[in-house]
């Protein structure tokens, strides 16, 4: 693809680094993202791809915005839209250039897979198991690349699970079963609202790297960040031979 004048402007401050490029300023701007989530870990993760020039965006999320919202997910203001029109808004206004598909309902089964196969990186901005599992599931599935955060309360983590690195674990290695109480979410114990803007970041930058094939993903390996007392781990995160999804 030929970049305009403009756009040669406006990705300039990437197409300085060596590791981008022209060359991965293209692979961006023929990379297709599917962003499942547009809560807090999605508007930092989807504002940041949007600006970046990925050129096209599949957007996932069922819910309308509310008031308790606006603390941390940043790409919403008004409430009562649903999130994907007010996604829709915010960033073709940041970054005309792109294509944004947005899908108005929660993803699963034949819906998610479909998604999937059409995306070159998955980026999971979901808070529930379940929703994990099915991205997990497919993504090994189809051989695509799962971005994984998660944050909650002063407390986040941050994975790539990659199923054609024959050595990856899977999100069912970390977490093989809902083991954990499911209302150990954001709404029932609380998060630190910019929390979410580092590991949603943290997941934009996981993706890009991915997209214009150059530096290390986190594959393999599992980061900690313990906000409350400025923490930051990188533990090995082997895969699992009991897993019930890869083994
Ligand atoms: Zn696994």
């Not at 309308?64 to 603390?71: A, H, I, P």
């Not at 839209?81 to 944004?100: E, G, M, V």
């Not at 781990?233 to 009991?242: A, F, G, S, Y």
């Amino acid at each position: 693809m030929e970049f305009s004048e403009a756009q040669l402007l406006r990705y300039s401050r990437h197409i300085m680094l060596p590791e981008i490029d022209v060359v991965g300023q293209e692979r961006l701007a023929a990379a297709c993202v599917l962003v499942v989530g547009l809560g807090g870990l999605g508007s930092p993760v989807a504002t940041y791809l949007a600006a970046a020039g990925v050129g096209r965006l599949i957007l996932a999320d069922a819910d309308r915005v509310e008031l308790s919202n606006l603390q941390r997910q940043v790409l919403h203001s008004t409430v009562g839209l649903y999130k994907t029109d007010s996604a829709c808004d915010r960033l073709l206004a940041l970054n005309p250039d792109i294509r944004i598909d947005a899908i108005t309902a929660r993803l699963q089964g034949d819906q998610l897979a479909a998604q999937v196969r059409q995306a070159d990186v998955v980026v999971d901005a979901t808070d529930n198991f379940q929703s994990r599992f099915a991205i997990n599931h497919y993504c090994r599935q189809l051989g695509k690349p799962m971005v994984y955060g998660a944050a909650i309360r002063f407390a986040g983590q941050l994975s790539v699970f990659d199923s054609r690195k024959p050595d990856s674990p899977c999100y069912r290695c970390l977490y093989s079963d809902v083991h954990q109480d499911q209302r150990d979410t954001c709404e029932a114990t609380g998060v630190l609202a910019p929390l979410l803007g580092v590991i949603g970041s943290l997941q934009a930058v996981e993706c890009m790297k991915l997209l214009i094939r150059n530096g290390h993903a986190l594959i393999g390996r599992l980061l900690l960040y313990d906000a409350l007392h400025t923490e930051l781990h990188c533990i090995t995160l082997p895969r699992d031979p009991k897993c019930p999804e890869c083994s």
